[in-house]
């Protein structure tokens, strides 16, 4: 389970080094001036790669750890969400429910249908909107794994390969095999970027993109964690 | 399956009486200027109770019904997510993304920690917001059920009954006698908004109050439709 096992431990930031906690200037405005954290006050402290401790927040220096460091392991099988970048899409919102939901691995994805088509330096500093989205989701749910966001790639250069399937109405149902969920554009997947790939199928109803997403990040991590079973 | 059994029939649109069609105001500019249909386009007219036929796009004047009425039946059982109201929260967003996801009713919920409060007239206007918005998304997702959006309720009002569960961090995993599923605010419901009911946990990271509601309709749906299964 890729969450802190602390119930009120105030709120929960990731550093760099947790025998050395130096918070970075963002988590520090949103800690003092927002949550309007006193001197003294609890919080918990994470390496986003699955260690934390419990601390003490100190006005004008960085948070004292107390007790020892806890380390969770990631969970298993790891379950990676791929969505396609769509114009007026709302792509922050998706990477922020993905993280919520406990996918370990986002992958943006250029579909052929995507209209969106970003030249290297905009994609680079999308991704790293998309990572600084998902830090931010990743403190706010509790997780000890920070998800991995992967540059943008094409869906044609996804290779077939165990576990990884494409949404497409009329698929099967998602089952416990399923480690990699592509979602596509609106308009669906050309024929071109299905070619090898098994398809399953989110729900009778034409889902939005971005519903999409949130809807396969649900049932992935659902059957990973044994919350839901496959269809009998 | 509530959904209409046409795969392209272009765009969907609810009148209210399907033997005279009348698009309204706002339908017939989407249709025209966003959509752009020209004369004699394919479209299909759906009533919002089950009802749906096939007709052509006329400029200047209504659709043409062209072919049988088709009747769907409604969703076997109906489902429903009431969801918190609270301060900063998209609650048309959640609305949109229940309907598209399958769920009949929705009900939109006062807590005792929403901190937004309404007076009658605001929750009026919030209440036939959120109904165009349910009608519009329904009509995106090729619904041929409009969903029943309720008036404001306060959670402390909702009766104990067989399959109406709150949904609360630790509690059981959702299974299929789940019929009403109620997601609380951040801040979670009181102990006096839980007396008489069961609970139902939805994973074990914290969400958001919104993703809790679009997490509650994809796994309510998902079982009902028998997509997936109740944890073996």
Known sequence: MDV?????????????DLSDPTLDDQDRHHLGRVLRL???DDL????????WCRAVYRLSEDPE??????????????????????????????VQKLTELGV???????????????????ASAQVERFRRVAREAAMQSRRAWLPTVEGVA??????????VVFAEPGG???DGSVRVLLVGPEGGWTDEELIGHPTVGLGPTVLRAETA????????TALRDGRVSPPG
Do not use: C, N
């Not at 094409?154 to 576990?163: I, K, L, N, T």
């Not at 997403?213 to 992935?220: D, P, Q, R």
């Open 4 to 16: 802190l096992s602390v119930g009120r431990g105030g709120p929960h930031v990731f550093v760099v």
């Open 38 to 40: 006193r001197d003294g």
């Open 44 to 51: 918990t402290l994470g390496d986003g790669a699955g260690r």
């Open 65 to 94: 750890p107390v007790g020892d460091v806890v380390a969770v392991p990631p969970s298993e099988p790891a379950v990676t969400v791929g969505f396609a970048l769509i114009k007026g899409g709302r792509p922050e919102m998706v």
């Open 104 to 122: 370990d691995r986002i992958l943006p994805l250029s579909a052929d249908r995507s209209v969106v088509q970003w030249d290297e330096a905009k």
């Open 154 to 163: 094409a869906a044609r250069d996804v290779q077939p390969a165990v576990g």
């Open 172 to 174: 099967d149902p998602i």
């Open 213 to 220: 997403a949130i809807s396969a990040g649900t049932l992935l």
